[in-house]
T-cell receptor
Framework: AQRVTQPEKLLSVFKGAPVELKCNYS??????LFWYVQYSRQRLQLLLR??SRESIKGFTADLNKGETSFHLKKPFAQEEDSAMYYCALGNTGTASKLTFGTGTRLQVTL | GAGVSQTPSNKVTEKGKYVELRCDPISGHTALYWYRQSLGQGPEFLIYFQGTGAADDSGLPNDRFFAVRPEGSVSTLKIQRTERGDSAVYLC?????????????FGPGTRLTVL
């Protein structure tokens, strides 16, 4: 069975501080990992995916298959980063459903 | 172009009633997904369409839930004999094709409240 764990419901950091949102997954096949973000009063949108290996809005995430983790990181938090972040797991089979974690609310304060 | 749209944005109904939730995907997107998000939880997969057919309905909780996509575009999620536990935000998403590598574009959701 697929499972995604985000251990923190809330992460509060000061502006300019580093951010790390944790995500661990359980999956027997070859995983596709994503981070989705939901800003206040907006719809869920893709932030980044592991296959792209890119940095979006200063965020990066590296897939660590040994630790089954896909933590989201940013060196210097900005106020506009405050949002709800969801880690999601897809598979490379014919089914395309995403399995989401419970989400972490990032709060960036001055 | 327009994104995924869902109607209604809010639906309040009484226990035992029947409801229909509509999703208009992005034009040209062949894959369409329904998820349900309860308070404090992440979205939970319900059903996925590739074209007109349901490719995976393993997430539907029971036979009170049914979804259709008769022309391969608009989809309707139907819930019979609603229960208070059905209260949640129902999300629809579409993607250009199937496969985990394709980004899913989400709609704003329909908030269903069963009294």
């Amino acid at each position: 069975a697929q499972r995604v764990t985000q251990p923190e419901k809330l992460l509060s950091v000061f502006k300019g501080a580093p951010v790390e949102l944790k995500c661990n997954y359980s999956y027997s096949g070859s995983p596709e990992l994503f981070w989705y973000v939901q800003y206040s009063r907006q719809r869920l949108q893709l932030l980044l995916r592991h296959i792209s290996r890119e940095s979006i809005k200063g965020f990066t995430a590296d897939l660590n298959k040994g630790e089954t983790s896909f933590h989201l990181k940013k060196p210097f938090a900005q106020e506009e980063d405050s949002a709800m972040y969801y880690c999601a797991l897809g598979n490379t089979g014919t089914a395309s459903k995403l399995t989401f974690g419970t989400g972490t609310r990032l709060q960036v304060t001055l | 172009g327009a994104g995924v749209s869902q109607t209604p944005s809010n639906k309040v109904t009484e226990k035992g009633k029947y409801v229909e939730l509509r999703c208009d995907p992005i034009s040209g997107h062949t894959a369409l997904y329904w998820y349900r998000q309860s308070l404090g939880q992440g979205p939970e997969f319900l059903i996925y369409f590739q074209g007109t057919g349901a490719a995976d309905d393993s997430g539907l909780p029971n036979d009170r839930f049914f979804a259709v996509r008769p022309e391969g575009s608009v989809s309707t999620l139907k819930i019979q004999r609603t229960e208070r536990g059905d209260s949640a935000v129902y999300l629809c998403a579409s993607s250009p094709a199937s496969g985990g590598k394709n980004e899913q574009f989400f709609g704003p959701g329909t908030r269903l409240t069963v009294l």
